[in-house]
């Protein structure tokens, strides 16, 4: 088996029997993400807050710093937009 998308092995199967064995392939991480994706997750799972509280949470439990705290949240930026008020009119 291959992780789909940086072609990399992550199980191999053998058959036996009519059944499909799977074994594991050691040494190799399944899933990785890099710094800015995960500080994305983290802003989404946390209920959207400013990125430099992420960040500090995130200096506190891993020691890393991630460099990029300008990033942008579609849903951020939808939820602060306003619009002016309708029209008041008289119905006659």
């Known amino acids: 088996m291959q992780d789909h998308t940086s072609r990399t092995l992550i199980g191999a199967c053998e058959r036996k029997d009519g059944l499909y064995w799977y074994r594991g392939v050691s040494g190799i ?3 990785q993400i ?3 994706d995960q500080l994305e997750i983290w802003h989404q799972r946390m209920g959207h807050p400013a990125y430099q509280i992420v ?38």
Not at 64 to 85: A, I
């Open 29 to 31: 991480k399944v899933y």
């Open 34 to 36: 890099n710094a800015e």
């Open 55 to 92: 960040e500090k949470i995130s200096n506190v439990s891993s020691g890393h710093r991630n460099k990029n705290t300008n990033q942008t949240c579609e849903v951020c930026e939808r939820s602060k937009q306003s619009r002016k008020k309708f029209p008041f009119k008289k119905c006659l």
